[in-house]
């Protein structure tokens, strides 16, 4: 008898790694330090912080892995250059390649239901008319992934033209304020994932 147990036929394979974290946003450099763009800049700081390689273009995006930090979780990094969307049309093929269970992705987006500042993570829920939580929606087979909420505030109107120009402008706010934003969302995604 063996002392080692054969995986069966109908046996996933295990995952490539513990957590896929999806920052989102647009690529190019006119939409660089927007508030649409926050996914991206957290996504960035945690990839430096966790001194991963250089990210590569991979599943349509900019793809890196790693450990997050000495002896922490298997993580690969993801930052969709499909235009935000479009993101599933990037997840979607990397959650595939990585074999990383829907609960176990973390999507960190802009959320301008929330006032600049505040950030929140939930697991699922609902997409409230977000275009690229939607279109993850589709690409990753459904909406119970982990979102990380990051506050860009709203403008006094619901004009989709002037909101749309909102979240697409840089943010205002002092350059520490934004810092301070982006540095709690990382240390959200962090505590979510056990790094």
Partial sequence: MSLFRRRGRDEPPAPRVDWLVVGLGNPGPEYE?????????VAS?????????????????LFTEGRAGAGGPRVAVLMPQTYMNDAGGSA????????VPLERIVV???????????VESRLGGGL???NGLKSLRQGLG???????????GRPETT??????????????????????LVDGAAREVERLIGA
Avoid: C, Q
Avoid at 33 to 41: A, C, K, S
């Fill in 33 to 41: 330090r927007t508030r649409h763009n926050v996914g991206f800049e």
């Fill in 45 to 61: 700081l945690l990839a430096e912080r966790w001194e991963m390689p250089r990210p590569k273009s991979r599943y349509a995006g």
């Fill in 92 to 99: 979607g093929p990397a959650r595939g390649a990585l074999r």
């Fill in 108 to 118: 960190v987006h802009d959320e301008i239901d929330f006032p600049f500042g505040r």
């Fill in 128 to 130: 409230a008319g977000h």
């Fill in 142 to 152: 459904g909406a119970e992934f982990n979102r990380v909420r990051v506050g860009v």
């Fill in 159 to 180: 004009d989709p033209e002037v909101v749309a120009k909102y979240v697409l402008s840089r943010f205002r706010e002092p350059e520490p304020e934004v810092r301070a």
